[in-house]
């Protein structure tokens, strides 16, 4: 199976502050399958970014996914109050479909 | 508007059984892909199990293989999870999730989740 390993486990900043989310995989999988959700307490998972780089519908542009083969990054360039959560990564293009631990962002 | 209702999770004795729904609307169901995904408490996202549109591949991780069946019926725009010799490892909030239309045969990522339904394994 591909391990999804996330980094920082938390990471503490301020709002307007920017925050880098890393991504990283066992082995390289298929094309850039790896999605970006964010999940707040008691909600469910919501999408953010698909195709390691494809904002969703409706997710403000300060949201954006790069990377490639096995490390891949999440980066909010300037938080919002709504945008301190925990963050997953998944990968979809080698079974079993597998998600990293979370990266939790909390207000500092 | 899409919308996923999930229903049917509750206590059970470990080695029982349990089937989750998934009501959904707002959406050409069988054109999509859907998934049920678990969370235990504190923890993080565990993919459960998936179906093609057509129902005819799913696909399942080893933990749950062989114990949890998933399925659909078009007629309802309905996902089911058939969950049999249940553990107390099983206990999570199981969430039914949509895929995007026409993606790549198992190649799944979720744009809608429902908000979940509680399972828990304890006798």
């Known amino acids: 199976d591909i391990v999804l390993t996330q980094s920082p486990g938390t990471l503490s900043l301020s709002p307007g502050e920017r925050a880098t989310l890393s991504c990283r995989t066992s082995q390289s999988f298929s094309s850039s399958s790896l999605a970006w959700y964010q999940q707040k307490p008691g909600q469910a998972p919501r999408l953010l970014i698909y195709g390691a780089s494809s904002r969703a519908t409706d997710i403000p542009d300060r949201f954006s996914g790069s990377g490639s083969g096995t490390d891949f990054t999440l980066t909010i360039s300037r938080l919002e109050p709504e945008d301190f959560a925990v963050y997953y990564c998944q990968q979809y293009g080698s079974s079993p479909r597998t998600f990293g631990q979370g990266t939790k962002v909390e207000i500092k | 508007e899409v919308q996923l209702l999930e229903s049917g999770g509750g206590l059970v004795q470990p080695g029982g059984s349990l089937r989750l729904s998934c009501a959904t609307s707002?959406?050409?169901?069988?054109?999509?892909?859907m998934a049920w995904v678990r969370q235990a408490p504190g923890k993080g996202l565990e993919w459960v199990s998936a179906?093609?549109?057509?129902?005819?591949?799913?696909y399942y991780p080893d933990a749950v293989k062989g114990r949890f069946t998933i399925s659909r019926d078009s007629s309802k725009n309905t996902l089911f999870l058939q969950m049999n010799s249940l553990r107390a490892d099983d206990s999570a909030v199981y969430y039914c999730?949509?895929?995007?239309?026409?993606?790549?045969?198992?190649?799944?990522?979720?744009?809608?989740w429902g908000q979940g339904t509680q399972v828990t394994v304890s006798s």
């Open positions: 999730a949509k895929a995007p239309p026409a993606l790549s045969q198992g190649k799944y990522y979720f744009d809608f």
């Open positions: 707002g959406f050409t169901f069988s054109t999509c892909a």
């Open positions: 179906i093609s549109g057509s129902g005819g591949s799913t």
